[in-house]
């Protein structure tokens, strides 16, 4: 993981990336003192604690989904704090009444969360992933394949939603295995191979790629669903056998082909000399 200091405003607003589950978390307590305009850090942390309990009395999920992360204080030392991706995020800004509402929105949007804007809308989602891929010089096909790699991934997560497993590090676990099975290298190593960092692995793959990548998840889920797999232990099975699946056809159309399935190759712009 790691961590930046993003400026809203003149507030200071700290954050991590975690690369495994590629999610951006933020500082609730920077974004409560946005919110209620408090110079003062150690007042938008009473404000945080009086709402916190409020919001946990009301059965709210934006506790539960909050994370405890280290994060750099003032001092320079790290500590324990609360941090929340943008959809939860969303939910906290909405359970406070402040004019800086719609303007952090907006900024949470514009520093790479538009994500937040089109919960409520999807399409509007699809229309500028859509959009944006062409710009950077993908073909219709790619755009296809990955389109329905998507959908065929959503598929996936509403059925671990509804089956136990919390979105966030569950999700990252159970992914990784099933890309370990039909790739036989984790996604962390793939991403390395390609020379990625804080970019979407999927963004970066080839045709084939996404086509091993959406028959693994496929046979997860048709797997899962056939044993009513519940909870990380008997999904973590059921992963494990989705992906060997399609671990096995791509062993196949190499021995036929004598071409790699999984490369390096990635749609990253050169690099300047």
Known sequence: MKQELAIF????????????TETWYFSV???????TQQPDHKAAQNYWKV????????????????NQLKMEA??????????????????????????????????????????MQEIADPERSLNRARENWRKH????????????????RNKLTDYWKEHEIKEGEEFAILTNIIHTEWAEVTVKEHKKLKGLKNQNLRDHMSEAELIFTALAELST?????????????????????????????????ESKTGKSVVTGQNFLPPIKK
Do not use: H
């Not at 073909?139 to 394949?145: A, D, V, Y």
């Open 221 to 253: 889920r048709q797997i899962a669903e056939t044993m009513n797999a519940t909870g990380m232990d008997e999904n973590k099975d059921a992963s494990k056998k989705g992906g060997r699946i399609a671990m096995q056809a791509r062993r196949e159309l």
């Open 9 to 20: 405003e003149g507030f200071k607003i700290r954050r991590i990336y975690d690369e495994d």
């Open 137 to 152: 010089g993908r073909s219709e096909k790619w755009i296809e394949q990955r389109m329905m790699g998507q959908e065929t």
């Open 51 to 66: 709402l916190k309990n409020r919001l946990a009395k009301e059965g709210s999920q934006v506790v539960t989904n909050c």
């Open 29 to 35: 307590v920077d974004i409560i003192r946005v919110l």
């Open 74 to 115: 003032s001092d320079g030392k790290k500590y324990k704090t609360d941090a929340a991706d943008p959809e939860t995020l969303l939910r906290l800004i909405q359970s406070v009444p402040s004019p800086k509402a719609e303007p952090i929105k907006l900024w949470l949007a514009k520093v790479g969360y538009e994500r």
